[in-house]
């Protein structure tokens, strides 16, 4: 179960090093060289004892290896500080994707919720999480299930639902926090019989490690101002998209 999360972590080189990082009501980062990395917001504040001996200076892999943890203000931490590492602006244009040098927060071009329309159309889609605006997106143009474990809205599934729900689906798209929280493996599993998947949110790693696992899109976040990311993550208010660029990469774009 774990092949996933030590392949993201291998591919980290030994030399990469913390800069900075923090767990803040708006958010987590890691920053490591011309790399920052974004994860989900913390519950508590990040100075929890498990995380008394992560530090600055430490090695980017191991702190990586909080993405195992159990302790999800933890692996909140890990996920960011592999995003700092595949997220960062350069491995992404080598990898083919068309990243400006200006901040295009209200770029769609890379919303998966409105770019896989068209293919959708008519079709069993479920979402791993209620995604916001897709009771007005998706509903309308396909068969939609919604499971939601954390806010569930009226008509969602409970996460044991997805169990049925995903292998009779031509098209799933997965929150990325489920990175975090342990679940992905299990929802690519059910994802074999021949789904379209697609991971979404800025906890995404944008490598062609996740196409291996059966993901054909990752509708990822790369950052761009680093100091108002770290401002949100802290908590001084403001969206986490206003400060990057929104991209999907595909498994055709492998190289």
């Known amino acids: 179960m774990w092949e996933l999360y030590d392949e993201l972590i291998a591919g980290i080189p030994p030399e990469a090093i913390v800069d900075d990082m923090a767990c803040g009501v708006g958010g987590t980062y890691v920053c490591s060289g011309a790399g920052i990395g974004v994860s989900n917001k913390a519950d508590e504040t990040w100075r929890a004892p498990e995380m008394t001996n992560k530090s600055i200076g ?12 159990w302790s999800f203000e933890e ?3 890990g996920i960011a500080a592999i995003n700092a590492w595949y997220n960062d602006i350069t491995r992404l244009r080598a990898l083919g ?3 400006s040098d ?6 769609r071009s890379a919303d998966p919720f409105i770019t896989l329309q068209r293919e959708m159309k008519g079709k069993n889609v479920t979402t791993i999480g209620h995604f916001p605006y897709i009771d007005q997106l998706l509903a309308p143009i396909c068969n939609l299930s919604v499971v939601e474990k954390f806010y569930p809205q009226e008509g969602d599934y409970p996460e044991q639902a997805a169990d049925y729900l995903i292998p009779n689906s031509e098209y ?6 489920t990175l975090v929280e342990k679940s992905l493996p299990r929802f690519l599993k059910l994802c074999a019989s021949g789904a379209h998947v697609t991971i979404v949110g800025m906890a995404a790693p944008v490598t062609p490690i996740l196409h291996r696992y059966g993901v054909n899109d990752i509708a990822g ?3 761009k101002n680093i100091d108002a990311a770290k401002n949100i993550c802290l908590g001084y208010g403001g969206n986490i998209h206003s400060t990057g660029q929104k991209i999907n990469y595909r498994a055709e774009n492998i190289r």
Do not use: G, T
């Open 75 to 77: 692996a909140n931490l």
């Open 97 to 99: 994707l068309n990243i």
């Open 58 to 69: 430490m090695p980017l892999r191991e702190l990586a290896e909080c993405a195992k943890s």
């Open 172 to 177: 799933v798209l997965i929150a990325s926090f």
């Open 221 to 223: 976040f790369v950052v």
């Open 102 to 107: 200006a901040v295009q927060a209200e770029d």
